[in-house]
């Protein structure tokens, strides 16, 4: 029986989750480690942001739930997310074995980035405005003309790549899924037996 070719997308694809995953669990972990000094600093009165804070953690507070709950354990969501860019490096390790539990693992991933990039579509509409607000209202009042312009402007970009971005990255990774569960690709991982 000969062995199926392995082909340049799922090689492709394997190292590249590798170094996404790698790097991605590792800046959640250190934006959760950060976001709770932040917290605590802030609330102790001892952050030089300390005003900076006060002012979104005031804006969070005053949207629907379940926003003001998220904001809240923001670290807490931070470090289940490194755990998640952590299962996407052993599945990708996986796809560069053509281990058959990393293809099907690689895909039901795939679905959960599907779920929370979808959910990012109404963070983009509710939240990002309000938390624009409240650093708007940090600004110094005499602000030139010419950088308040460049800054709205800024805010204006943030709001529509904050609503292409999630829509974007949907299909990609729907097109991914499509592709690992081609007939082409699934006779790569007909054995678990490394090349």
């Not at 005053?62 to 860019?85: D, K, M, R």
Request: proline share 7%; net charge positive.
């Amino acid at each position: 029986m000969t062995t199926p070719t392995r082909s340049m997308f799922v090689t492709v694809l394997g190292w590249a989750f590798v170094g996404l995953g790698a790097l991605g669990a590792c800046a959640m972990a250190l934006l959760s480690f950060t976001s709770t000094v932040t917290h605590r600093l802030a609330h102790a009165g001892t952050a030089p942001i300390n005003q900076q804070m006060l002012h979104i953690t005031q804006a969070m507070e005053t949207l629907p739930p379940p926003w003001p709950w998220i904001y809240a354990h923001e670290a807490q969501w931070l470090l289940l997310g490194s755990a998640v860019a952590l299962l996407h490096l052993a599945c990708a390790l996986g796809l560069l074995w053509r281990r058959r539990w990393a293809r099907a693992g690689f895909i039901a991933l795939l679905f959960v980035d599907m779920l929370l990039q979808l959910a990012m579509i109404p963070y983009a509409l509710v939240v990002q405005p309000v938390l624009a607000k409240a650093v708007q209202a940090d600004m110094p009042p005499q602000m030139p003309p010419a950088f308040a312009s460049w800054f709205q402007h800024v805010l204006a970009f943030q709001q529509i790549e904050a609503m292409m971005r999630p829509v974007l990255l949907i299909l990609l990774f729907a097109w991914i899924a499509w592709r690992l569960r081609s007939a082409a690709v699934r006779r790569e991982f007909a054995s678990d037996r490394a090349a």
